[in-house]
């Protein structure tokens, strides 16, 4: 009796688990675009004060400031649409690191800001990520070429995917508040490092990142507040990030990783 329960709810599960992973390359780019052009729309809501903002810090008149914020855009906007459209992933993937690399020394009080640092190399990760997952669809499309230059920097990118991926648990260490606790974050950041169990490492952290956020000081902001442009602010980082985690455990740790190497 309960194997004919047991039965068609495990084929069900494994069916829905199956159509779930077949939307991790469709959606997951969605997720990572969707952050970037939050920041674009919020650059263009508050053009006038992030252009006094950046005319006080090189110490020159508004309409520079104003120049530098919509160049900040126009970069943006045409990295995404490349990204989105699939015509030119590297290209637009090397515009969204151009911008996050003018933002970072922009807007940063010091060039040493290791926290800043941190959650820019998660921000890299998951632009790298997304590369390595249309590079890895390019190569099952053409099979039958076995290009071993193409392989060499899908493993490059796997590789260094995974080590900035694994900042977020960086963050967790050094942050004031301890959410997270530390030798637990130690140890996950060795496994992730390493490459142990990699896809179920990476499953499983989306799910701390979700109760990391629900009990951050600021975790409030999302969903409580009335100002939509406050939320999307935290939303959009938080779903880049789960977004970089599902796609390292669709791609998986690659060459260089102890799960390769079992």
Same mark, same amino acid.
């Given at each position: 009796?309960?194997?004919?329960?047991?039965?068609?709810?495990?084929?069900?599960?494994?069916?829905?688990?199956?159509?779930?992973?077949?939307?991790?390359?469709?959606?997951?780019?969605?997720?990572?675009?969707?952050?970037?052009?939050? *920041? =674009?729309?919020?650059?263009?809501?508050?053009?006038?004060?992030?252009?006094?903002?950046?005319?006080?810090? !090189?110490?020159?008149? *508004?309409?520079?400031?104003? !120049?530098?914020?919509?160049?900040?855009?126009?970069? !943006?906007?045409?990295?995404?649409?490349?990204? =989105?459209?699939?015509?030119?992933?590297?290209?637009?993937?090397? %515009?969204?690191?151009?911008?996050? +690399?003018?933002?970072?020394?922009?807007?940063?009080?010091s060039i040493w800001d290791y926290e800043l640092l941190l959650h820019h190399c998660v921000d890299v990760a998951s632009l790298l990520l997304l590369l390595a997952m249309r590079l890895s669809q390019r190569e099952a499309v053409e099979w039958h070429n076995n290009n071993s230059r193409q392989q060499r920097s899908l493993q490059r990118l796997l590789l260094l995917g995974r080590i900035c991926m694994c900042c977020?648990?960086?963050?967790?260490?050094? *942050?004031?508040?301890?959410?997270?606790?530390?030798?637990? =974050?130690? +140890?996950?950041?060795?496994?992730?490092?390493?490459?142990?169990?990699?896809?179920?490492?990476?499953?499983?952290?989306?799910?701390?990142?979700?109760?990391?956020?629900?009990?951050?000081?600021?975790?409030?902001?999302?969903?409580?507040?009335?100002?939509? +442009?406050?939320?999307?602010?935290?939303?959009?980082?938080?779903?880049?990030?789960?977004?970089?985690?599902?796609?390292?455990?669709?791609?998986?740790?690659?060459?260089?990783?102890?799960?390769?190497? %079992?």
């Open positions: 009796m309960y194997r004919k329960i047991i039965k068609p709810v495990a084929s069900r599960a494994k069916f829905g688990g199956n159509k779930a992973k077949s939307w991790i390359p469709r959606v997951m780019p969605l997720l990572i675009v969707f952050g970037y052009l939050e *920041e =674009a729309v919020h650059a263009m809501l508050h053009l006038r004060m992030l252009a006094n903002q950046m005319g006080v810090i !090189i110490n020159s008149w *508004e309409i520079i400031g104003v !120049i530098y914020v919509l160049l900040d855009i126009g970069i !943006i906007l045409t990295g995404t649409v490349l990204i =989105a459209n699939g015509w030119n992933d590297n290209r637009g993937v090397v %515009m969204l690191l151009l911008q996050r +690399t003018m933002r970072s020394f922009a807007f940063s009080s977020v648990f960086l963050l967790w260490i050094v *942050e004031k508040h301890q959410i997270i606790n530390k030798p637990f =974050a130690v +140890t996950w950041f060795i496994f992730m490092l390493l490459g142990i169990r990699c896809k179920l490492m990476a499953y499983l952290s989306v799910l701390i990142l979700l109760w990391h956020c629900c009990f951050q000081a600021n975790g409030s902001l999302i969903f409580g507040w009335n100002d939509l +442009t406050i939320s999307m602010q935290f939303l959009s980082p938080l779903l880049s990030r789960i977004a970089g985690f599902l796609l390292l455990a669709h791609l998986g740790g690659g060459k260089w990783s102890v799960d390769a190497m %079992m």
